[in-house]
């Protein structure tokens, strides 16, 4: 007869919170001090996991953040499509303004300047996320040229550069202190410069949206 026993189970039970720890601690730092002051000492403390483990799974800080920005904010940002450019517009612009306000899309916003001075750290991850974003809302523009709203040739990349690029001016002018106001009539800032985008691109409504 055999005395030998089977032992199972041995070892530590896998971590289901493990990369999602990480990731929201990785993004955090790197909001708060950029590529130059991240560490990954400090990451291991903050999603309490031993530094060896984020080497094992990782390999470097640069794949970390990487990582961690192509699973951020936006990363499962849904499909805008609301029937009319006006509302399309609305609505992605409510979305990005809500990001920059709750702190996500800054953290997306300093990695996308940083991949400026850095390009070998964060640019092929900065470059793939922008190329997805633009898969995504594009369409926008294009629908709206087909439905007759926009003239045709409109370009799409000044359309959205126009409403993208003001939020960001108008996010990094606002004074701290004035966050929370911005946030709280956010909803009437961006129908105001929708509606002024709209304007000067030649916007026809279509008939149930007048």
């Given amino acids: 007869m055999s ?47 031993g530094k060896a483990a984020l080497y094992s ?4 800080k640069e794949n970390l953040i990487a990582k961690a920005l192509r699973r951020g904010p936006t990363a499962e940002a849904p499909t805008i499509d609301t029937g009319s450019l006006r509302g399309d517009l609305i609505d992605l612009a409510l979305n990005a303004l809500d990001s920059y306000t709750s702190g996500g899309g800054l953290v997306l916003l300093r990695a996308q ?3 400026k001075v850095y390009p070998e750290v964060f640019g ?6 922008q190329s997805e974003v ?3 809302i594009r369409p ?3 629908r709206a040229v087909d439905r007759g709203e926009l003239p045709a040739g409109t370009s799409p ?11 960001i001016n108008h996010v990094l002018w606002t004074p701290a202190n004035k966050m929370p106001a911005l946030a709280a009539s956010s909803a009437r800032y961006v129908e105001h410069l929708v509606d002024f985008v709209l304007s000067a691109a030649g916007y026809r409504a279509l008939e149930q949206d007048s």
């Fill in 124 to 129: 092929p991850a900065i470059d793939e996320w």
């Fill in 57 to 60: 799974r990782w390999g470097s």
């Fill in 157 to 167: 990349a000044l359309v959205l550069d126009v409403v993208g690029g003001t939020l």
């Fill in 140 to 142: 926008i523009v294009l």
């Fill in 113 to 115: 300047l940083e991949a």
């Fill in 3 to 49: 005395t030998t026993t089977t032992r199972q189970g041995r070892g530590r039970p896998p971590d289901p919170d493990l990369e999602s720890r990480v990731y929201r601690a990785t993004l955090a730092l790197f909001g708060e001090v950029g590529w130059c002051g991240f560490s990954l000492d400090v990451v291991a403390r903050r999603a309490r996991v």
């Fill in 134 to 136: 633009t898969a995504r």
